[in-house]
Every structure is written in structure tokens, then in C-alpha cells.
């Protein structure tokens, strides 16, 4: 798309002084960006032209809008869901991608509930049990009766522009005695509509037959979790039939989650060079205030872990786009969307990070949002922290109800 020239100016907005790093097209340099029509209008040293709005991001590093491709932003609808929308865009995303929250049978719902009024772009993984992940308590694939591939796949061709795949979690205490026949549905579904599958690998289910099934493109979730069943063996090394995925095509993801991410099993496959294809949160209602936060916080976890800052910023917008397929997201170049993400990276600090078992690791760096342009429009964090309190205490809240014990209030079951 052309920029539009308009009469105050040939910039709607310059964003000039940053460090820009953009790995779809092989760019860091000390660059210009300017934005005309909610497009990229044009990179490029020292920029000239009228801009309606200026801002200098010196001392900043300026990257295509992050990507988070696994997310559950269902809130209201569903026991994990969280009202994401004003934390991406306070925190740099302006792609969130909720991975199987809803099922066949509330996809309408969230199209129109949340997918609409957001200012984030929201797309989704459609679970293949048609409940999605409405009922934490209980494991959606336990009754295989609600895991239907033909329902997920029409859902996926009739709502095309919001969803990327098809979702499956493949732990034993969601496929209860099924073993990998959701996963043999999911796939089937992922066939019919040429879209990637995402598996969630955890306990209790071996991951050789997991991974067996899974084609180039299909998504591991949760690559650096410990709770058993994961990618690396208990010698520390990385199991073999996660070389053979990566091999045939396989990409890993993090989605670091409320018990899916370690520091300890992180170290080891990336002393193995096993380094995941993407970074993503897994964010929901039981992990928003801590451990994982935002998207900034995670991938500075992996920063920290000595993953480059150039691959870092690749796994949270190239990589995810690509993933999706949606290669025409997390780019700069000329004619995308102007969706960017400026931020502070710390230097020389104390910070600390948590990881899901509870270990504190103290690092030297760490990623903060500063800015965050979606659709050609600025958001700033102080501006949004009202309304991302407010969606923390909303978690707080369907966390409390979730987990409260109703057999200590002696209530007892109507008589008469
Ligand atoms: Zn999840």
C-alpha cells in the first residue's frame, strides 16, 4: 500500500533515534521510521518531511510489534482467561494469539467479545475439544466424546481470519485415559484446513508418541517445562525425538505458563544448543502477577540465559509471525502494518527473575516496554496501568473463586 500524502504533512507519525532491529529484513542501524495511514510509510537515516507527530526514542530499541502465540485472553468465558488487551499494548505486543481457549462451541463468543473490541490484534488456536479451556477443574479431552475434528475445522474455515490452528493439550490430566488419540483428531483437523497444530507436551504422556505424530510447522508448547514427558531426558541431555522434530520441522515454543517454565531445564537444552523457535507466555488468570508478567519479562528471562538479543527479538516477531502463518506481521518493511514496539533494554542491573518452581535468578539485563504503536496509533504504559490493575484483579478474583474449597462452608444440600 502507498503512503498516504496528506496536506499536514508526508508523516502521520516519525519515530526517530532508536536503535532499530527488524530480522525479517536483516536490519540494526540507527534508522528513522516513519508511519502514514496506519502503514510503514519508510525507513530509512534522517528521515525529511512534515510529521504530524514526532517522537524521539533515543536510547531505545525499536522492533516490530511482539507476537505472543500462546495466550488465554477469554476473560469471563473461561476459568484461565485474562483481559490482555491494555497489557500488550503497555508491554509491546500487538499481536496476542489465545491458544485453544475457545472451543467449535464459544468460538462465535469470543469473536464477538473479544476478538472485536480489542485494539490488540487477537487471533486464536482452536481447541479441538469443542469446550476449549472453559473448566480448568477438569480435563477437556477426558470425556473424547467433545474432541471432534470435523466441528473444529469447519469453525477454523468459518472464522479464517481470526484463527491460525488447532489447539490440543496432551498432559495426562487432560486426555485423562485417551493417550494421543486427541492429538490424532487435532491433526486431522490441522489437515483438513492446512493449518498448524499446537500440542501442550506434559506429564503423562510420552513424548516419542507426541512428537511421532506432529509435521513440519506443528508447535510444541511448553518446550522447557519439568514436570515429566518434556524435551530434556533426566541426564541432562536433550531426548533424541526432539533433534528428530526439529529436524523434520517441528518448531518449539516456550509459553512459560503458571508450571511450564524452568530455568534449570532451560540451562540444559540451551547448553545443547536447543534454542526454542518462539518465545510466548502462556499468560492467564494464575500467572499475570508473577511468574510471568508480560512478554518483555520473559523473553528477558531468556536474554538472561544468554540468548542474543537479535534472536531474542526474532523469537518474539518473525518467528511468531511466521509460525501463524502470517509472514506479514512482525516486519518493518515498507507498505506492513505499523504495528512497533519501543523499549529501554537495562544494562548492568540486579534484577530478578522467577521461574514456575519458585528459583530467583538474578540477571544483568532486562527488556522494559517504553512505547507501543498499533495500527499507526502511540500507547503509552503509564497511560494504560489503570486498566491493566484492573485486569489483575479481575484474575485475582476468578483465581480465588477457581480454587475455593466450598466443602469447608458446611453448607448443606436442601431439605424438604
Ligand atoms: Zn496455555
Same mark, same amino acid.
Given at each position: ?13 516519525? %519515530?526517530?533515534?532508536? @536503535? ?6 536483516? &536490519? ?7 508511519? =502514514? ?13 512534515? *510529521? ?8 531505545? %530499541? ?12 477469554? #476473560?469471563?468465558?473461561? @476459568? ?26 464459544? &468460538? ?11 485494539? @490488540? ?47 490440543? !493439550? ?12 486427541? &492429538? ?22 510420552? %513424548?516419542?508418541d507426541v512428537l511421532g505424530e506432529m509435521r513440519a510447522g506443528d508447535i510444541v508448547t511448553h ?9 530434556? #531426558? ?8 526432539? +533433534?528428530?522434530?526439529? =529436524? ?20 540444559? =537444552? ?5 534454542? #526454542? ?51 506479514? %506481521? ?15 533494554? !537495562?544494562?548492568g542491573g540486579q534484577f530478578e527473575f522467577r521461574d514456575v518452581a519458585g528459583e530467583v535468578m ?30 489483575? *484483579? !479481575? ?8 480454587? +475455593? ?6 453448607? =448443606?444440600?436442601?431439605?424438604?
Amino acid at each position: 500500500m502507498a503512503p498516504d500524502h496528506t496536506v499536514s504533512g508526508k508523516f502521520d507519525l516519525l %519515530l526517530t533515534g532508536a @536503535t532499530v532491529l527488524d530480522p525479517s529484513q536483516d &536490519l540494526h542501524d540507527l534508522v528513522d521510521v516513519g508511519v =502514514a495511514g496506519g502503514r510503514i510509510a519508510a525507513v530509512g537515516h534522517d528521515l525529511q518531511g512534515e *510529521a504530524r507527530q514526532q517522537i524521539d526514542l533515543s536510547g531505545c %530499541l525499536l522492533t516490530p510489534g511482539w507476537i505472543d502465540i500462546h495466550a488465554h485472553v477469554y #476473560a469471563g468465558a473461561t @476459568t484461565w482467561g485474562v483481559s490482555a488487551d491494555a497489557l500488550c499494548l503497555a508491554t509491546g505486543v500487538t499481536t496476542i494469539v489465545d491458544a485453544g481457549s475457545p472451543g467449535w462451541a464459544s &468460538l462465535p463468543g469470543f469473536v464477538d467479545y473479544i476478538v472485536a473490541p480489542s485494539r @490488540t490484534r487477537v487471533l486464536t488456536f482452536v481447541h479441538v475439544s469443542g469446550l476449549g479451556l472453559i473448566y480448568g477443574p477438569i480435563g477437556e479431552c477426558e470425556d473424547i466424546r467433545y474432541v471432534d475434528p470435523e466441528r473444529t475445522a469447519a469453525a477454523i474455515e468459518q472464522w479464517r481470519e481470526v484463527c491460525v490452528g488447532v489447539k490440543v !493439550r496432551q498432559g495426562g490430566h487432560q486426555v485423562g485415559d485417551h493417550g494421543i488419540e486427541p &492429538l490424532r483428531r487435532a491433526m486431522q483437523a490441522g489437515r483438513y484446513t492446512n493449518t498448524p497444530v499446537m500440542v501442550h507436551i506434559a506429564v503423562g504422556v510420552p %513424548l516419542d508418541d507426541v512428537l511421532g505424530e506432529m509435521r513440519a510447522g506443528d508447535i510444541v508448547t511448553h518446550c522447557y517445562q519439568g514436570t515429566g514427558d518434556g524435551i530434556v #531426558a533426566t541426564d541432562g541431555n536433550v531426548e533424541p525425538a526432539a +533433534r528428530q522434530a526439529r =529436524a523434520k520441522g517441528v518448531l518449539f515454543d516456550v509459553g512459560h505458563g503458571g508450571g511450564s517454565f524452568r530455568f534449570d531445564v532451560a540451562r540444559a =537444552a540451551l547448553s545443547h544448543d536447543f534454542v #526454542a523457535d518462539v518465545i510466548s507466555t502462556d499468560i492467564h488468570a494464575h500467572n499475570i502477577d508473577g511468574p510471568v508478567f508480560s512478554l518483555a519479562e520473559t523473553a528477558s528471562k531468556l536474554l538472561n540465559l544468554g540468548v542474543s538479543l537479535e534472536q531474542v527479538v526474532r523469537q518474539c516477531t518473525t518467528a511468531p509471525a511466521q509460525a501463524i502463518g502470517r509472514p506479514e %506481521l512482525g516486519t518493518l518493511k515498507v507498505g506492513a502494518v505499523a504495528d512497533l514496539a519501543a523499549f529501554h533494554v !537495562r544494562e548492568g542491573g540486579q534484577f530478578e527473575f522467577r521461574d514456575v518452581a519458585g528459583e530467583v535468578m538474578v540477571g544483568e539485563r532486562r527488556i522494559e516496554p517504553h512505547l507501543t504503536v498499533r495500527d499507526g496509533t502511540v500507547y503509552r504504559p503509564r497511560e494504560l496501568a489503570a486498566e491493566c490493575e484492573e485486569a489483575i *484483579a !479481575r484474575a485475582r478474583q476468578m483465581r480465588a473463586f477457581t480454587g +475455593r474449597d466450598f466443602a469447608t462452608l458446611g453448607w =448443606a444440600p436442601p431439605t424438604g
